[in-house]
C-alpha cells in the first residue's frame, strides 16, 4: 500500500476487534460456496469506518485503489466512504470522473458485497443519473454478477427520493424471477420505498399485476407497510 491507504489501513487496525471479525465474516457469508467466500475481515463496524473516513476525506485516487484492492472488507468499505464523501463535495463538472471511478472498481470486482453497494451505489450512480439516461442500469440489472444487478437496482434509490418509480419499476418488472435472495431483498425493499415516498398508489398497481410472479421473499419486503388485510390478499396470491 502506498502512504495514504496505509494510514487508513491503520487507523482501521487501531479501532479494531478480533471478535467482531469472526462475528461480521459469519454475519456477511464468508464460507465456502457463500455469498461473500472468501472476504476477510479485521473487526471493525460501520460507524467507526465512517468516522475514520471523514478523517481522509482529501484520500487521493490511487490510495482509494489501493484500499479498494486490499483483501479486507473493511478497507474497501472505507474507500467507498471516502468516495462518497469526495463525490458529495465535487462540482457538477468533477462528478463524471468519480461515476467512473466507481464504475471501474465495480468491473474489477471490488463493491462486493450487499453494505458495499448499499452504502454507494445510491450516492454516487444514482446521485449522478438522476438526470441523465439510464441504460446502464438496465444492462447491469441483467449482468450475470450480483453485486452489479444489486448496483441497478439500489441505484434507483435516489431516483426514489426525487420522487420518480419509474425505472425502479422498470428493473422490478424484469427481475421478478431472480432467483438470488439478495436481489429480491433488494427489489422488494425499492418497491416498498416507491408506496412510501413516491406514490402507494403505484406500489399497489404494480403488486396487483405482478404479485403471483414475485417470489416470497420480494412480496414480503414490498408489501411491509401495506394494511395486514392487503398482505394477506397480495400474498395469498
Same mark, same amino acid.
Not at 441483467?142 to 418509480?165: C, H, P
Given at each position: ?51 475514520? +473516513?471523514?478523517?481522509?476525506? *482529501? /484520500?487521493?485516487?490511487?490510495? #482509494?485503489? @489501493?484500499?479498494? =484492492? ?94 420518480? +418509480?419509474?425505472?425502479?419499476? *422498470? /428493473?422490478?418488472?424484469?427481475? #421478478?424471477? @431472480?432467483?438470488? =435472495? ?56
Amino acid at each position: 500500500m502506498i502512504e495514504g491507504a496505509r494510514q487508513v489501513a491503520a487507523a482501521l487496525n487501531a479501532v479494531a476487534v478480533p471478535g467482531d471479525a469472526r462475528e461480521l465474516s459469519r454475519f456477511f457469508k464468508t464460507g465456502k460456496g457463500e455469498y461473500g467466500a472468501g472476504d476477510k475481515f479485521i473487526g471493525v463496524r460501520v460507524p467507526a469506518i465512517r468516522a475514520i +473516513a471523514k478523517q481522509f476525506v *482529501e /484520500l487521493s485516487p490511487a490510495d #482509494l485503489n @489501493d484500499l479498494l =484492492d486490499s483483501e479486507f472488507h473493511e478497507h474497501r468499505f472505507a474507500a467507498l466512504a471516502i468516495l462518497v464523501l469526495q463525490y458529495t463535495k465535487a462540482q457538477p463538472a468533477e462528478q463524471e470522473w468519480f461515476y467512473d471511478f466507481y464504475l471501474a472498481a465495480m468491473r474489477r470486482g471490488r463493491v462486493n458485497n450487499w453494505d458495499l453497494v448499499d452504502s454507494s451505489a445510491e450516492y454516487i450512480v444514482g446521485a449522478y443519473l438522476v438526470d441523465k439516461p439510464r441504460e446502464l442500469l438496465v444492462r447491469l440489472s441483467r449482468s450475470g454478477i450480483v453485486w452489479e444487478r444489486r448496483i441497478a437496482v439500489l441505484s434507483t434509490f435516489a431516483f426514489i427520493k426525487k420522487g420518480d +418509480a419509474s425505472t425502479t419499476l *422498470e /428493473l422490478a418488472a424484469t427481475l #421478478l424471477e @431472480d432467483r438470488h =435472495d439478495l436481489i429480491q431483498k433488494a427489489v422488494g425493499w425499492m418497491l416498498r420505498e416507491v408506496g412510501k415516498r413516491v406514490d402507494r398508489d403505484l406500489l399497489v398497481g404494480f403488486l396487483r399485476e405482478h404479485a403471483p410472479r414475485m417470489p416470497r421473499v420480494m412480496l414480503a419486503y414490498a408489501t411491509e407497510h401495506l394494511s395486514p388485510a392487503e398482505r394477506v390478499y397480495f400474498r395469498s396470491r
